[in-house]
């Protein structure tokens, strides 16, 4: 590919030119921790850029609280990421009127959702993260550039040159030249734009040697299903119907190959067993702590948990299975079709919203729940919707090195009582092999145990391009092990690597395929993440019970 040119740029209404260090495309989890890590190790001229309005990606933009492992509440993680979950129950515990008990509360559970110990609603933690960038901003050494989206990027041989954002807001465009570019887009979508080496969709099991690769081909086009979350208050006796969306009953009526009825019910599939499973919105008291429904899975906002009169409903996220939609891909293919992808997932959840308003089965008899309110407030959305759908996976780089199932996998460790032990670990994750229903449509959920595990420093590193960085789901792994990378924690732990690395290789003048290759360099910036207070390595297994040994949530817990 040839370099930008700015001129062109200009003639098509750019909005200015601008000059980086580090470029990082993408304001999520990854991509803002990847700048705290950058700048925490010096950098300066560190810009990062936003396609929505808010920072955080799927904690915030996306409306998905935190998804976690056991040990979170023990220490066991990154020192900045701990940080952002200490500023949540802060400004909780500082700026809200929770009661007593719940301040006094030693781990403070602001929704007491059952998906994780930190549920809280999304705006909270967007002022956490401007608050954790903000002395950086005030002394300008970083920029934040929201509403923009990568459109184009420029070369020079192996390295990348600039990437042209289109301005939401003005339309013109802004081509940013930067010395190290880092995706941390939802998609990684800068790999295709870019010319980076990647993969897309399903790996074959001839070629990764996985047990839960798919047979045959690989297809790029098998992906796992997207949800456009929505947020909901529950007020009995007010109607709160919303129009009847377009395409209604074909939602409603749509039977999965795979599914023991219609996917608008309250039977689903068990994620884990395939087995039919009963889980009703409300089990009984929706003011419960918790219960097993789904008003309580997910859960961000506990009415209780606040001094009388503060809140006149709980608050929920629904992101449920029947909200997944996979009725065709939205990434590798045509705009229209990605277009109509979006469309209908939008209108995937906004009719099962409808139709739960309308024709569900109540708990207490009768039909529908027309007190269910949208909460776009909550979302910072006018329809109750997300502002960004959930991505689950994207476009992952062809790496140094890839991270396999068996690398990860319990079943695919037989005898093993740890994951893969690697000596260039840049960062650690927990999470179930979780995998979606398929877009190709005859594959159900893939919900397996997974060992606590390390991530190599070649997962980080293309095959290729010597000054370019993944930052969260677009990392070298399988779509098999994506499921287990591409959680919140995990997510922001691979940022701080790649942040870091874009940092330390910059003020050492070599690229970081060299910081691999070179066992002293290794060793030194291994040093580095551990004075950053970002773990390479789990505490001994010998501390993990064997009941969380190999995963760390119960089968019967919504996703």
């Known amino acids: 590919m040839e370099r930008v040119d700015p001129r062109v740029g200009a003639a098509r209404g750019m909005s200015g030119n601008q000059r980086a260090s580090i470029l990082i495309a993408g304001g999520g989890l990854g991509g803002v921790s990847a700048a705290i890590a950058a700048l925490s190790l010096g950098a300066t001229r560190v810009v990062l850029t936003e396609e929505f309005d808010w920072l955080g990606g799927q904690l915030t933009s996306q409306g998905v609280p935190l998804d976690e492992g056991p040990w979170i509440e023990s220490g066991v993680g990154s020192r900045s990421y701990a940080t952002l979950r200490q500023g949540i129950r802060e400004q909780y515990r500082r700026r809200f009127p929770l009661t007593g008990a719940q301040l006094r509360a030693p781990v403070l559970n602001p929704g007491m959702g059952n998906v994780g110990t930190l549920c809280a609603e999304p705006a909270v933690a967007v002022r956490v993260i401007e608050e954790m960038l903000g002395p950086w901003q005030g002394a300008g050494r970083l920029t934040i550039l929201r509403r923009h989206r990568p459109v184009a990027a420029g070369a020079a041989g192996d390295r990348l040159q600039a990437v042209t954002f289109l ?44 047990l839960h690769a798919v047979d045959g081909p690989a297809n790029p086009l098998d992906q796992q299903a997207l949800t456009w979350c929505l947020a909901l208050s529950h007020h009995p006796g007010e109607d709160h119907r919303i129009d009847k969306p377009e395409g209604y009953e074909a939602f409603r009526d749509f039977r999965p190959p795979f599914w023991p009825g219609p996917l608008f019910g309250w039977t689903v599939s068990n994620h884990v067993t395939h087995e039919p499973l009963e889980r009703p919105l409300f089990a009984g008291d929706s003011d419960a702590p918790t219960l097993f429904d789904l008003w309580h899975a997910r859960r961000i906002a506990w009415r209780r948990g606040f001094e009388d009169g503060a809140y006149e409903s709980d608050i929920t996220i629904a992101n449920w299975p029947q909200m997944d939609y996979w009725w ?44 269910l309110r949208p909460r776009g407030d909550v979302l910072g959305t006018q329809d109750g919707l997300a502002q960004n759908v959930y991505w689950r996976e994207g476009y992952r780089i062809i790496p140094e090195q890839r991270l396999l199932e068996q690398h990860i996998g319990v079943a695919a460790r037989p005898g093993a009582t740890a994951a893969e032990a690697f000596t260039d670990s840049v960062a650690i994750g927990a999470y179930r092999i979780d995998l979606h229903p398929s877009t190709v449509g005859n594959r159900d959920t893939v919900d397996i145990d997974c060992f606590p595990f390390q991530i190599p420093i070649g997962t980080l590193l293309p095959v290729r391009v010597e000054n370019f960085l993944p930052a969260c789901k677009n990392l070298g792994t399988t779509r098999v092990t994506n499921g287990a990378a591409r959680v919140h924690p995990v997510e922001w732990s691979i940022g701080e ?14 690229p ?31 501390a993990l019970t064997p009941r969380t040994r190999t995963g760390y949530r119960p089968p019967s817990t919504p996703r």
């Open 328 to 371: 065709r891909p939205a990434l590798g293919v045509p705009e229209q079709d990605r277009k109509r992808a979006l469309d209908e997932c939008r209108r995937c959840s906004l009719s099962f919203l409808y139709w739960m308003q309308t024709e569900a089965p109540r708990h207490d008899g009768g039909q529908g729940y027309p007190g």
């Open 512 to 542: 970081p395929r060299t910081v691999r290759a070179k066992p002293d360099l290794l060793a030194e910036f291994q040093a580095t993440l551990a004075g950053l207070g970002a773990p390479i390595a789990w505490p001994s297994y010998g």
């Open 167 to 210: 301005d939401l807001v003005t339309g013109r465009e802004r081509v940013v030249e930067a010395d190290f570019v880092i995706d941390a887009t939802e998609t990684g979508e800068l790999l295709p734009l870019a010319g980076v080496e990647h993969v897309l969709g399903a790996e074959a099991r001839d070629d990764t040697g996985e």
């Open 497 to 510: 690597a790649s942040g870091a690395l874009a940092a330390f290789s910059m003020a050492r003048s070599v």
